[in-house]
């Protein structure tokens, strides 16, 4: 692992908060500092303050190429998947700057990181000695190589590359390095219990086709934008099983109380369709709507649907719901009088467009609003098909 002069390091710790496109433009006026490795480091450290603040309070920690810290997961998300996991044993085959493979290692008695990249390695050897993970053994080994040769454990996780050979993102299993379809039958043979982190793109019903042995599958949203999809898999003799569907939906650096339920149940629901807008407006969060329990929501939250197809619910009475909820405030068909008057006063307003054939921008500009503000307006398409405006407010 390279190692960094006094001048650098002093250097990186006056200059982390500065811009460091700035910092090397001007890289002439500080000769005595490496100046590229320290803009590096500094640019790695702002990163980690947001993604891993926990991890940005440690001094000393050594951050990798933007790539990887562009790729490593979130601390939130880090903490949900240690959330998932505990026992004797534990290895991540991919493990990359080490970040899901600190936070779940504390969870077992022994852990073995494996990474193909040498200075990655490195790193994680240096970084997980100061931030106390003595119990992580780092290993410079190819994924397929070290399962092929290791004994079985508690728990595997595996975070397979998802670029092509020209850097460009892909969201098939099967496009993805290592092949996770055609491992599955080892994994399962080497881990009682295996994670596989994928793309939030994949398509949920395909990854269930794809893989003979998932046990659950975890959406993760963080401040309402989807941000992996975990895919566990289990191989148990003699059982038939469902997998369940598990949505979390953190917010900033808060785990959530996640929504659980099987595809079977979500057939099952019964979903009511609202004859008129209530007082009441629900949008479900981004891992619902990735998910998809659609019926099952208007269910168990005793709520009604606005259209088979809207994703939109009302109610007249206010409930905890796992996404965001407005009080409507006026409602508007596209009569010229009826749409001149519910636009009055009113030059901004934060546009959503659900079930309805425009795109926000043309409906923008058509309304001609501007984005911000403090209050909310829905286009979408009602039970008997009449097309509406919904102008609510947060709640």
Same mark, same amino acid.
């Given at each position: 692992m390279m190692q960094f002069s006094s001048e650098t390091l002093s250097f990186i710790h006056s200059h982390r908060t500065d811009d460091v496109r700035e910092l090397a433009l001007h890289a002439?006026?500080?000769?005595?500092?490496?100046?590229m490795s320290a803009v590096e480091q500094i640019a790695g450290w702002q990163m980690a303050?947001?993604?891993?603040?926990?991890?940005?309070?440690?001094?000393?920690l050594v951050y990798p190429k933007h790539l990887s810290m562009e790729q490593c997961s979130s601390e939130v998300t880090a903490r949900y998947k240690a959330s998932l996991v505990g026992g004797?044993?534990?290895?991540d085959l991919t493990a990359g700057f080490g970040v899901d493979c600190a936070y779940m290692a504390k969870k077992f008695l022994r852990a073995d990181y494996v990474e193909r990249q040498e200075t990655l390695c490195e790193q994680a050897v240096h970084n997980?000695?100061?931030?106390?993970?003595?119990?992580?053994?780092?290993?410079?080994?190819?994924?397929?190589?070290?399962?092929?040769?290791?004994?079985p454990v508690d728990c595997l996780f595996l975070d397979p590359a998802r670029r092509d050979i020209h850097g460009g993102r892909v969201v098939k299993i099967s496009?993805?390095?290592?092949?996770v379809c055609a491992l599955e039958p080892l994994l399962v043979e080497k881990g009682r219990k295996v994670i596989v982190k994928l793309s939030p793109m994949l398509d949920i019903f395909v990854t269930l086709k794809d893989l003979k042995y998932v046990r659950e599958v975890h959406v993760v949203a963080v401040n309402n934008e989807c941000k992996e999809l975990l895919i566990i898999l289990q191989k148990r003799a003699g059982e038939s099983h469902e997998p369940t569907i598990v949505c979390e939906q953190a917010v900033d650096? *808060? $785990?959530? %109380? /996640?929504?659980?339920?099987?595809?079977?149940?979500?057939k099952k629901a019964v979903c009511p369709i609202a004859v008129?807008?209530?007082? *009441? $407006?629900? %949008? /479900?969060?981004?891992?619902?709507?990735?998910?998809?329990?659609?019926?099952?929501?208007?269910?168990?939250?005793?709520?009604?649907?606005?259209?088979?197809?809207?994703?939109?619910?009302?109610?007249?009475?206010?409930?905890?719901?796992?996404g965001r909820r407005f009080q409507v405030v006026e409602v508007s068909g596209f009569g010229k009088k009826e749409l001149k008057a519910f636009l009055q006063d009113m030059d901004k307003a934060n546009l959503t467009v659900r079930n309805f054939p425009a795109s926000v921008a043309d409906l923008r500009k058509k309304l001609k609003l501007q984005e911000g503000g403090d209050m909310y307006v829905f286009a979408t398409t009602l039970g008997d098909n009449e097309r509406v405006l919904i102008k609510c407010r947060r709640v």
């Open positions: 002439r006026k500080y000769p005595g500092v490496d100046v303050r947001k993604k891993l603040p926990e991890w940005a309070q440690t001094e000393g004797g044993t534990f290895v997980y000695s100061l931030l106390g993970l003595k119990h992580i053994q780092v290993h410079c080994a190819d994924a397929v190589d070290y399962l092929k040769g290791m004994d496009d993805c390095e290592p092949d650096n *808060f $785990l959530s %109380e /996640p929504f659980r339920f099987t595809y079977s149940e979500e008129s807008v209530g007082e *009441f $407006l629900y %949008e /479900p969060g981004a891992a619902l709507l990735k998910a998809g329990p659609y019926r099952l929501l208007a269910e168990r939250y005793n709520l009604k649907k606005l259209h088979p197809n809207s994703h939109l619910y009302s109610s007249d009475l206010l409930v905890d719901f796992p």
